[in-house]
């Protein structure tokens, strides 16, 4: 099989926060253990060009967080880490030293989200000194400043410290609008709309459409099951757990070929991916491919 461009590896699903825009898990709480991120870093090294510590969960809370990164570096392979930001001082240190990972996105809405017992300015200055000290130590390193939609940040405190920090002018990224806006050597803005997690209780969306699902990326769950995408934050597509089954089996497994086939189709196999809404930004290439 063709290698994919990144595996979406969930360390644990257990967060610090509880944000109203995450997907409250259904999976009992767990994070998956050094040993076992050691069975799977092999197959990830064989498959995949990247990893992303992503589903639901905060990677910076797993407490071995600093050995798990030492592990990728080891077998040099590049890691974007996903992150609400409220623990990167606490892992400033092992993020900022030399190591494989490539770029870190921080969920900034999640910010305007704080439990009131936070002092959120406070929080605020810590990424300001993070991102000061990644363009020294780690000038390589990239950092992605996530937000919603750009026209909905209007009363977002988040946004407006940023804009203050780095000077940016607001009106040229609307005038230029585009998903990424470079503000400073390899820090950016990145914006995109919210979308409503996929779920089977939701009614169907469509039979039609397309995702790029296990043709660019699958994700691992933090008791080492196999799903399709990131979307799949409560493993309603299980296609195997690659703690007992090699993970190249699991993705040219019949079920899995079988998604992938239909997607080339412009086709949706499964119930999920029916009810899925983030999956409508591809309905252009759905389209044309249910027309060729």
């Known amino acids: 099989m063709a290698k994919l461009g990144k595996i979406y590896l969930e360390i644990g699903n257990v967060c610090n926060l509880s944000c109203p825009f995450c997907l409250t898990p259904r999976r009992p709480a767990r994070t998956m253990a050094k040993d076992q991120i050691l069975q799977i870093i092999p197959q990830i090294k064989q498959l995949a060009s990247s990893v992303c510590l992503h589903v639901l969960g905060e990677p910076l809370f797993h407490p071995e967080f600093d050995e798990i990164c030492n592990l990728f570096t080891l077998w040099n392979i590049p890691v974007q880490i996903t992150t609400n930001a409220t623990l990167l001082h606490k892992k400033q240190k092992k993020l900022l030293e030399p190591n494989s990972i490539q770029q870190i996105n921080i969920s900034a809405h999640a910010l305007d989200s704080l439990p009131f017992s936070l002092d959120s300015q406070d929080m605020l200055t810590r990424i300001r000194d993070f991102c000061s000290q990644a363009q020294i130590l780690r000038p390589d390193l990239y950092i992605n400043l996530r937000f919603w939609n750009y026209h909905d940040l209007d009363e977002s405190p988040t946004f407006r410290f940023f804009k203050s920090l780095f000077d940016f002018d607001d009106h040229r990224i609307e005038i230029q609008w585009k998903k990424s806006f470079h503000i400073q050597n390899r820090i950016y803005l990145h914006f995109d709309t919210q979308f409503q997690w996929p779920c089977l209780n939701h009614p169907v969306r469509s039979e039609k459409g397309y995702c790029y699902g296990l043709s ?27 703690l007992v089954t090699p993970l190249e089996h699991i993705l040219t497994s019949k079920r899995a070929k079988n998604m992938i086939l239909h997607f080339n189709r412009g086709e949706l196999s499964e119930p999920l991916c029916r009810r899925c809404d983030f999956i409508a930004r591809f309905d252009r290439k759905a389209q044309r491919l249910a027309g060729r």
């Open 216 to 242: 660019s990326h699958c994700g691992i769950l933090a008791n080492g099951d196999v799903v399709p995408c990131c979307m799949d934050g409560n493993g309603e597509m299980v296609l195997g757990n690659c």
